[in-house]
């Protein structure tokens, strides 16, 4: 069984960072591309960013050039490191495994598993 935990969401001010982890049990993480996404209260789950199986990147308009993106193989982990949050940021975070395409995909519909999610809470 598949499982994805989320960690390390929070309560920030504007302009803090937060790194979220996710701890994957799967027996072959270097193959999955992994994403992340997020859903704030009353809108629809957004594509934030995802790594191939090769350490490709690709990231939303929205949070590009201060989110990042990273795999550890060994970890069985993938991290997302939030610099310069804006209150726009305050959602659940939910991490994704993708082992059908590799690719760093970003429709939600390319992932075949999914985590239960963590707060990220924004101040202004």
């Known amino acids: 069984q598949v499982h994805l935990v989320e960690s390390g969401g929070g309560l920030v001010q504007a302009g803090e960072s937060l790194r979220l982890s996710c701890a994957a049990s799967?027996?072959?993480?270097?193959?999955?591309?992994m994403g992340w996404f997020r859903q704030a209260p009353g809108k629809e789950r957004e594509f934030v960013a995802a790594?191939?199986?090769?350490?490709?990147?690709v990231y939303a308009d929205s949070v590009k050039g201060r989110f990042t993106i990273s795999r550890d193989n060994a970890k069985n982990t993938v991290y997302l490191q939030m610099n310069s949050l804006k209150p726009e940021d305050t959602a659940v975070y939910y991490c994704?495994?993708?082992?059908?395409?590799?690719?760093?995909?970003?429709?939600?519909?390319?992932?075949?598993?999914w985590g239960q999610g963590t707060q990220v809470t924004v101040s202004s």
């Open positions: 994704a495994a993708d082992a059908r395409f590799g690719a760093a995909r970003r429709s939600s519909s390319s992932y075949e598993y």
């Open positions: 799967l027996r072959t993480f270097s193959t999955y591309a």
């Open positions: 790594v191939s199986n090769a350490y490709s990147t």
